[in-house]
């Protein structure tokens, strides 16, 4: 591995708060904000994270760790600590290296990169960044005959799990957008883009590399028959147009061949339903808190979820992991591996793929260091008898 640039090492970087910050000072707020946050209230946005706190670890003390094991293994896919990078759109507005970048990196630390549909590189070029697994997540933009050109195209450039968002039936409402002008940035006119402007110009570093790379990328991976790459500007509009139902579930199952991973799962019922649709893994997700305000905080349902998947398939969960420690909390409730959403895009948004790679050791070693103060030997050997669980849960 890299040695760590001095900008990213301690004591300047020490944990996922301080690669926020960095990605703060160096993007522009309507960037920024499109990254951090979440929908209307931003409830379900805190209440991920602050949830991880009502858990508190019971530690086998005066247990000697020679060796820690931190390897799992999801869907065929040797993980050497159980994370997964989550689909990110618009990662490329973030810094030009974008999901090429983040894909390199999650290579390099030994883990899986999801690439989402909304996305600024082509899937063939993400495919190249990283000889590790590689997913796809699919939004039924544009509808069933461009997802089957994508789909054709992820199989042919080697992708391993098809991930399917059925948390998204409309956008959700970010309210930090409208009012910083996401909409005025990425498309319309100069007019309506000028009281923007400022913001901008005050971010020169992350403005000289957006002008270089293009401006506003195009989605390479939206192909619209006779028309080419849809716009960005276009998406939210076609988002809208896009929900997935389980009977586009069945369809999928028809023409892909691999496994299917079901993201945006909130109770048992869905979770049943996914896997009787044979989804091979669900993830336990609210979107980051970025779909529906007041859904619940995504740890509070795993145990829920996992007790009706009773082993019949992989759970996953994501939303609120910041720290290793709440890694091993989600692995002590039953999920095989997390995904790792702002946690990895902090870092992407702050410096590039070295960010990317920092925020992943950052977890990695929180993960071993949290696993040895337990006294556990191995993830594999972590369950609910290490965690506190609250009464009113
Ligand atoms: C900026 C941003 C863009 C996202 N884009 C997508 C996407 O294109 N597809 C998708 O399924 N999920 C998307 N998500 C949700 C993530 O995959 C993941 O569920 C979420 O970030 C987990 O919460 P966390 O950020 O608190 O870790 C996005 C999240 C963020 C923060």
């Avoid at 000289?208 to 790379?213: E, G, H, K, M």
């Avoid at 293009?214 to 390479?220: C, D, Q, S, T």
Wanted: charged fraction near 20%; include cysteine; hydrophobic fraction near 45%.
């Amino acid at each position: 591995m890299r040695r760590t640039p001095r900008s990213l090492a301690s004591p300047r970087i020490v944990n996922i708060h301080d690669l926020r910050h960095l990605a703060k000072r160096r993007l522009p707020r309507v960037v920024f904000d499109y990254l951090d946050g979440g929908a209307e209230s931003e409830v379900t946005l805190r209440e991920n994270c602050r949830i991880f706190d009502d858990v508190t670890f019971r530690p086998h003390q005066a247990v000697a760790i020679p060796e820690c094991d931190l390897r799992t293994r999801v869907l065929s896919a040797d993980l050497t600590f159980p994370a997964i990078l989550a689909p990110i759109g618009y990662s490329r507005l973030m810094h030009p290296g974008g999901e090429v970048a983040a894909a390199a990196a999650a290579e390099e630390a030994g883990l899986a990169y999801t690439l989402s549909t909304i996305s600024g590189h082509k899937l063939e070029n993400v495919r190249i960044a990283s000889k590790g697994p590689v997913w796809y997540q699919l939004y039924l933009v544009g509808g069933r005959e461009v997802a089957e050109g994508a789909i054709d195209r992820a199989r042919r450039a080697g992708f391993s799990a098809l991930v399917v968002t059925i948390d998204t039936p409309v956008a959700g409402m970010r309210e930090r957008d409208p009012r910083n002008g996401m909409k005025e940035l990425l498309g319309g006119s100069i007019f309506s883009k000028l009281p923007f402007l400022p913001q901008m110009f005050t971010h020169p570093r992350w403005l000289l590399s957006f002008l270089i790379d293009g401006g506003v990328p195009k989605l390479e991976n939206i192909v619209i028959p006779g028309k080419g790459p849809m716009s960005l500007i276009d998406v939210t509009a076609a988002l809208a147009q896009a929900v997935v139902t389980w009977e586009d579930i069945r369809w999928l199952k028809r023409i892909w061949t691999g496994p299917i991973v079901v993201k945006g799962v909130l109770t048992a019922d869905d979770a049943k339903r996914a896997i009787a649709e044979g989804a091979a893994a669900i993830v336990v997700s609210n979107h980051g808190g970025r779909q529906l305000d007041g859904a619940p905080a995504t740890l509070k349902v795993l145990p829920e979820v996992v007790a009706a998947v009773n082993g019949q398939a992989d759970v996953l969960m994501d939303g609120g992991v910041r720290r290793g420690s709440d890694i091993v909390k989600a692995i002590c409730l039953g999920a095989r591996a997390v995904l790792l959403g702002r946690a990895y895009a902090f870092g992407l948004a702050a410096a590039g793929q070295p960010g990317v790679t920092r925020a992943l050791e950052i977890l990695r070693a929180d993960v071993e260091r949290t696993l040895r103060l337990l006294g556990c030997p191995s993830v594999s050997a972590l369950n609910s008898s290490y965690l506190n669980i609250p009464n009113h849960w």
